[in-house]
């Protein structure tokens, strides 16, 4: 496993430990509700399933298909947000 690796585990960790991942994760769906990003994905999976019929589509293909803009559509002010808290629950836990 490489450093970049054990770090990114191990913050994953002190993350999920202190029950901040579960709090970053509750302020990442309330920002993508307030932004109208889940609109905006709901909307992208029915065009999908239209386009290619409801029996011809799989969930997993629907995640293959719309993942790429789902990532595409995360607002950087939301994506700042989150490097921050993360960066500020970091520095207030530096045993990592």
Known sequence: MSKEARMRATINQKLTEMGERERLKELLRAKLTECGWKD???AHC?????????????VEDLVVEI?????????DSVKKELLHR?????AQHATV
């Open 40 to 42: 905006q994905m709901k």
């Open 86 to 90: 993360i960066r500020a629950f970091l």
């Open 67 to 75: 993942t790429p803009k789902g990532r595409a559509l995360v607002p």
């Open 46 to 58: 029915k065009e999908v399933i239209k386009e290619k019929g409801l029996e011809h589509v799989t």
